[in-house]
């Protein structure tokens, strides 16, 4: 094994995540050619309704499409995970060996496994943003779409296929475009990534800072878990700011994302409203067990970063529309934080001083 399969056991994730992920045999069944056709020329044209609906374009060239099985989805996660983890994991495997070293690296294997084959039965598309020098350029810059869960959902809600396709291609085109048409973008989120994972230390006394903000939860009726699961709660300081900073940028993001699907391409998409309707059901339709999930895990924290990022967009453009929210791609200093998302006006008086909300 080399130094970083040490600290995490890939093979087994990719093991585990075959199990989490449900049946699913796409790549045998003739919709695959079909589907891979379709978005390599629907994400090509979402290409064009994007940029011009956001007002700037992409500065890596046309958008590359990919219609994977739920296994590749998994597998293209692990590459991914490992080219953005590989520094941290390196530094942990110079303080770990022996059998410690093995059976953590299976656990952390199997957790991540089970957290990506369960994803891999709910995601429907997936930008990689992570783009490095050495690796093959054709697995990377690549916009995934994953056939199995589309055409269940097309089936289940008798969607039309050519109009929700395109409908996802928006969202995940829009996500591309931002990270390669920002020049600045792209790095300064691999950035807070990297320094939220360079103090990924186990301390003992953030157990009882965990313990006091549970405590805190229950004394207040809030729940402790909602800003970003059980990572949340172990977080330090500094960690809690980076937290806070990447929660501002994701939910700016997902709902411009959100935002930009509905209204680009509005001729060719005539239902999106009702697609729209029932993905927003999707997210909010989910058993005991799977909303535990997604708040200890932090994804619940995920899914509120698509409301309030779409109200965050529509409060700054009733006050001077696409232009004014376009302040916040100028510069990382204009990114919102996760507070100024859920109140603009403490954005618009940071970063235009000179507008005000209505009323």
Known sequence: MNAVADTVDWALAEQVAARFAGSDDFAESYHAVGMADDFARLTHEAQGFVEAEVGFSSLAGPARARVVDRADWVRANIASYRRLLRPVLDQMDERMSGPVAVVSGKVAGAELGALLGWMSSKVLGQYDLLVLEDEDPEDQDVVYYVGTNILALEKRHSFPPEQFRMWVALHEVTHRTQFTGVPWLRQHFLDLVAGLLGDAQVDPTRMFTAVGRIAEGVRTRSNPLDDGGLSALFASREQREVMDS????????????????????????PQAERFAKVLRARRRDMGIAQRLLTRLIGLEAKLNQYEQGEQFIEAVEDVGGPQLLNRAFEDPANLPSRAEIIAPSTWLARVAPEQRLAG
Do not use: I, N
């Open 246 to 269: 990447l929660g501002g940028l994701m939910s700016l993001l997902e709902g411009h994302g959100d935002v930009t699907m509905d209204r680009a391409a509005q001729d060719r998409v």
